[in-house]
Structure formats: C-alpha cells, structure tokens
C-alpha cells in the first residue's frame, strides 16, 4: 500500500473474474476482506438506467462508493430498506441535495446521510468504508473528499483527501461507461473496470 493507494486494493483474478479484496489494516481487527466484484449504480442516483428519460446533463454532481457498513448494514436495511454490496455507487445532482450544517464536508456527508441515515464519520467508526468523488459539468470526476477520504478506520488510516490511483481508475472507467451506455445497465464488473493501466 502506497500513498496513492491508501486504500490496500488488490486486484484478484479467478478464471472466473476479477475482484477488488480490500484488506483490514489489522488482520487481528476480526473485520474480514471485502471482496468488490462490480460497481454498481444505485437506482437512487439522479442519473442511470433507473431514471429513464433523465440522461447525464452536462451538471455537477457528488458522489459515494461504499465498500462496507460494518456493524450498520443490518440497521441501513431495517430503516433505509437498502441492501448495499460493496461498490455501491451513489450519484446525485449537487444543486439537488438537501445539505445541513450538521452534515460532515460539503457533499459527501450530506449524500450519506440522505442515503444511508448516518454520517461517514458514524460508518467508518463502526466498520465501514466509503470513498468520495464528485463529477463536473463535463462528465470528469474529481476524486478529492475530506469526509470519506481522509478517514482512520479498519480499512484505511489517512490524511490524503484524494482516492488512491486503482480507485481513480476503475471509477473513472465507470462514469464514462454509464455516461455513455456502455455499461449496458447499472453494474459493471470490476474485470471491465479495468483498475490496473
């Protein structure tokens, strides 16, 4: 794990497909790898298959990866009736969101808390991992957040706002492939995501 992964991906493949493992920083810790198989783009985004008639306008946009709840997967799925694999897209206009001060950051903590009923802070303290991105009015993604970036959990412990590189470009493979259609639907498996250059 490098500084431009502080996240430790590594990318398996299996006759067959490939996967993100997401190792816990502590094997002792009793938290198990978390194996991505797909990225896939939640039906409760402003944009996707699951907005027919709603194509990407040329908008800004936030966005989160969630790779894990921990320990509040069974309480997002009693309350929010969400069933989150890890690599859960979310992406949502920013001039449509209904942010607070209370929310931590300027987007991603008002996303997860829309989503999900609780703040990344709450998520990462209780086993979780998410990252953040946001996506300009050109359809490129920034991969910079201080609320689910730069986080010291199980999975990753670091000041770095930025995602690392592998996260980057699988992400990046993603938006362009459900911008365009490519994708054909809303998962896109990681071997297609192309992590690795």
Sequence with gaps: ?????????????A??????????RNSSSGFQPIKVESFHLSCQS??????????????????????????????VRE?????????????????NMSCTTEDEGMVHGCLARV???FQPGEL????????????????TPTFNSTSTNAACGDYKCTNDREMG??????LRNAVRMWRSGEAGGRNISVERLKPVA
């Design 1 to 13: 794990m490098s500084r431009l992964d502080p996240i430790d991906f590594h990318v398996v493949c």
């Design 15 to 24: 006759p067959d497909g490939c996967s993100f493992e997401i190792q816990p």
């Design 46 to 75: 402003d944009v996707g298959p699951c907005r027919a008639g709603r194509a990407w306008e040329n908008k800004k946009y936030g966005g989160i990866i969630i790779y894990s709840l921990g320990k509040l997967a069974d309480k």
């Design 79 to 95: 309350t929010k009736g969400l069933r989150i694999k890890p690599g859960y897209v979310y992406i949502r206009d920013s001039r």
């Design 115 to 117: 989503l999900l009923g």
């Design 124 to 139: 990462v303290k209780a086993g979780g991992l998410l990252s953040g991105f946001s996506i300009d009015a050109n359809g």
């Design 165 to 170: 590189l592998k996260e980057q470009r699988a």
